[in-house]
Each structure stands twice: as C-alpha cells, then as structure tokens.
C-alpha cells in the first residue's frame, strides 16, 4: 500500500527568544504558519524491516540524518513494528532555508505512518512524539498558525491570519540553526511584541499583522551573510507591505494583499535571487 502525505512550509510571523535554558536550548515565542508550498512525501509498504529514503535533492541526506528517516525509525521501535517503509521525498521547500523543511517531512510521515500502520494515535500523541525529533515538528504536526513556547514544542492554536500573499526569497546560502541561536546576544536585540501579533491575527487586521511582525535572529544572520538584508531591503523597495527573515533563515518573506503588487515584485526580485516562490498562507490546521 502506498499512502501521499503533503508537508508544507512553516514562516515565523514573528519570533522572540526570551533566554537560554540550562540545556543549551532557548525560550521562544514564536507565532508561526504554514504557507502554501509544500514537499510531497509517499510512504510504500515494504516486505523488509528497512527504512530506505529516496530523494532526488542532492542537499537532502539520504540515511539515519534524514529527519523524515527518524521519525519513522522512532515509532518503529515505540510500537514494535516489524514492517518496513520506502520514503520518497519531492523535494520543493528549499533546505537549511528557515522554512522547517525537514521538520515538516518528519510531521508528514509520523501522520502517514500512523494512518499506514494502524497505530491509532491521536495528534496530540503524535506532536509529543514529533518534539524528540526536533523542536519545529510538533508545530508541523498540527499545521495551520500557532504560538510556540518553551524550545518551540509547547503549541497553541490561532485562528488563521487574515488571508494574503507571501513572496519568499531564498539566497544561495544555507544557514545553521545552531550557529545563529550560539551567537544571538540577547542584550541588545529589540524583542517583537508577541502578544500584539496575536491579537492582530485574532481581530483579522493585516495592518496590525504587518506592524508587529519581528525576528530577533535576523540580529545573527543578518550581520553574518549582508546579502539577506540587501533582498529584505529590495523587497521593501518593491513594495511588500511588511518584510522580514523567516526562522534563523536566510529566507525572506514578504506579504503582500493586491495581485497587481505581487508581480512586481516577484519580477524584481528574481534578478537577485534564483529561488523565488508567491504563495499563500494555508492558515487552518490539517483535519485530524
Ligand atoms: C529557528 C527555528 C524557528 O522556527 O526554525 P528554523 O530556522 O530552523 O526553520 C526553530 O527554533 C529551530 O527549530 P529546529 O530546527 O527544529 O531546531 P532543533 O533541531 O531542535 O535544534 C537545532 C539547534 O538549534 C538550537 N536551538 C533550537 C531551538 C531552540 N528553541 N533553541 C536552540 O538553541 C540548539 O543549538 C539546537 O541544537
Ligand atoms: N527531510 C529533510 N529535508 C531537508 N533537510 C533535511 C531533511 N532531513 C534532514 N535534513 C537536514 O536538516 C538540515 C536543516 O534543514 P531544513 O529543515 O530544510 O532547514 P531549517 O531547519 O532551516 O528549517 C539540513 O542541513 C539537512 O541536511
């Protein structure tokens, strides 16, 4: 039996990190949303006990690195299954981007493999199972706009942000999460107002959505790769209404509310950069 299982792109509307934890990680507060552009995974029966992953990316790891690999390999063991799976990854969310591709492909096939294997869990089960795999998959797990808490697996439920376009532009670098978080200084970074973004989502008001929206790691990234600051500000110039850094990036997302906008810049944009995607926001949760 084969089983297609969509895993799209998160953004951070906005991100705060409150401290650093004991355990190395840090407190954040992040309000965070799918969008529109997604990796397309196909889980099939196999007669072994292997997991075997197949993608046609070069810059996705095709063993026990694969998150997608881990999450199959960790509810194997938890329940005993004794089935192996083929993973098959169509690669569309750039990696190392800011956009938790890997994490939504490791979300994907924990709700796949629970649907293939019979397990029965219910998603709240499985977003608890997704956390030991990362800190972004119990967010991918639920889908749709949240807040974040503790290192990012602690979610709650927002209603969806008011409907718009999201341009993204990908520079060819890739970035490590970690090395951005090591070297966040939290002394001297302007913190989003967490709780003003939410309350825009729930008034609906895409002016106050863009107002608040912010990233205290665009303090690393941008000081470490200027090339991410020279798209945010031609984006800007093109006219998106708010833009800003997704994740520890180096993606850049804009919104934009008029097609006729979109356009230009998507147009401009891609004289600088080679990846570049308008898509929108999913906003509401996978149905469970
Ligand atoms: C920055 C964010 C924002 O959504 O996303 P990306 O830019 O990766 O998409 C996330 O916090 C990334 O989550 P994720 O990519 O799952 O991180 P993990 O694999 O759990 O951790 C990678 C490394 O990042 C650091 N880390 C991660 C999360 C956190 N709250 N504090 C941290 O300090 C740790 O050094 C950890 O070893
Ligand atoms: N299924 C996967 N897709 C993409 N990258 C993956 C996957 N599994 C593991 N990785 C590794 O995870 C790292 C982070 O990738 P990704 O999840 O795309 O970025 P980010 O954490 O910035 O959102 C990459 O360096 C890649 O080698």
């Known amino acids: 039996m084969k089983l297609l299982v ?22 954040v507060e992040m309000v965070m949303t799918t969008i529109d552009l997604s990796d397309r995974i196909e889980l099939s029966e196999r007669t072994d006990s292997e997991i075997f992953i197949i993608s ?22 938890k329940f005993q299954i004794k089935q192996g799976v083929s993973i098959a990854i169509d690669k569309m ?14 979300a994907a ?19 608890e199972i997704g956390a030991e795999i990362g800190s972004d998959v119990s967010f991918c797990v639920y ?8 290192r990012g697996e602690k979610i709650l439920e927002l209603p969806a942000p008011p409907n718009c376009w999201v341009i993204l532009a990908k ?30 989502i729930q008034q609906k008001n895409y002016e106050g959505v863009c107002r608040e929206t912010g990233n205290v790691l665009e303090s690393v990234t941008l000081k470490l790769h200027p090339e991410v600051y020279q798209i945010k500000e031609q984006m ?53």
């Open 236 to 288: 800007e110039r093109f006219g998106a209404d708010t833009v800003l850094m997704s994740g520890s990036g180096p993606t850049v997302f804009g919104l934009v509310q008029y097609d006729s906008r979109l356009q230009r810049i998507y147009n401009g944009l891609r004289g600088f950069c080679d990846q570049v995607f308008a898509v929108r926001l999913l906003g509401e949760r996978f149905p469970s």
């Open 143 to 150: 889908g749709g706009t949240a807040l974040a808490k503790g």
């Open 171 to 200: 520079p060819s670098i890739g970035v490590s999460t970690a090395d951005v978080y090591n070297n966040l200084d939290l002394s001297s970074v302007k913190h989003p107002n967490t709780a003003a973004m939410i309350h825009a």
């Open 6 to 27: 969509k895993a799209p792109a998160k953004i951070n509307l906005s991100l705060d990190v409150l401290k650093k934890r004991e355990d190395g990680y840090h407190e």
């Open 109 to 127: 096939t924990l709700r796949g493999l629970n649907q293939l294997w019979n397990l029965g869990l219910s998603i709240d089960q499985l977003a």
């Open 56 to 77: 046609q990316s070069r810059f996705v790891p095709d063993d026990q690195r694969n998150l997608a690999y881990q999450a199959a390999k960790l509810l194997k063991e």
């Open 93 to 106: 969310i750039p990696v190392a981007a800011g956009l938790a591709g890997g994490s939504s492909d490791a």
